[in-house]
T-cell receptor, first 115, second 112 residues
């Protein structure tokens, strides 16, 4: 049974460095989502892919953030020139087609700490 | 932007007690969902509601989609230790089929 897999699980970096997270969705899911979650808050939507196409991107997402899903399978989320405010849990989720609206399968997350 | 107000923020209850939490919004949602998150894990879907007035159960959990489409509640009956975690409401609004809006969560702590 392979659920959504994310790595690394934890990343500590210095301010100004670039970081990249990887997400491997459930294999038959064509929809993939990135969310960010800070302590005491619910997840905040970042971006959404259907196959390799990035169909929706949060207006809150700065241009330091970029996500790709080159072959419609795994996805990467890169943060350039990290800032302390980027410290958070980055959650990846996937869903099946036809999707049950709102039914997402989440990975365990990648926790980023920016010093 | 859209926000969901979830209450209470946390609950300390005795094992066996019933639990009730709710979520309200200033705008209409087409879909209400309840997720649970345990430490070190991503959220897991518990119940999804798609129609105003709908009442849906999943074991000891019952959730309702408010008639005004601006609120939802979740009840847990006869709580047990494994119910511990953070419960989130989430909604899908009028302007996106993909972008879930989330509440801040209700942390449930059960005293043995």
């Amino acid at each position: 049974d392979t659920g959504v897999s994310q790595n690394p699980r934890h990343k500590i970096t210095k301010r100004g460095q670039n970081v990249t997270f990887r997400c491997d969705p459930i294999s038959e899911h064509n929809r993939l989502y990135w969310y960010r979650q800070t302590l005491g808050q619910g997840p905040e939507f970042l971006t959404y892919f259907q196959n390799e196409a990035q169909l929706e991107k949060s207006r809150l997402l700065s241009d330091r953030f970029s996500a790709e899903r080159p072959k419609g399978s795994f996805s990467t989320l890169e943060i350039q020139r990290t800032e302390q405010g980027d410290s958070a849990m980055y959650l990846c989720a996937s869903s099946a087609r036809p999707a049950i609206p709102g039914e997402l399968f989440f990975g365990e997350g990648s926790r980023l700490t920016v010093l | 932007g859209q926000q969901l107000n979830q209450s209470p923020q946390s609950m300390f209850i005795q094992e066996g007690e019933d639990v009730s939490m709710n979520c309200t919004s200033s705008s209409i949602f087409n879909t209400w969902l309840w997720y649970k998150q345990e430490p070190g894990e991503g959220p897991v879907l518990l119940i999804a509601l798609y129609k105003a007035g709908e009442l849906t159960s999943n074991g000891r959990l019952t959730a309702q989609f408010g008639i005004t489409r601006k609120d939802s509640f979740l009840n847990i009956s006869a709580s047990i230790p494994s119910d511990v975690g953070i419960y989130f409401c989430a909604g899908l609004g009028m302007d996106s089929n993909y972008q879930l809006i989330w509440g801040a969560g209700t942390k449930l702590i059960i005293k043995p």
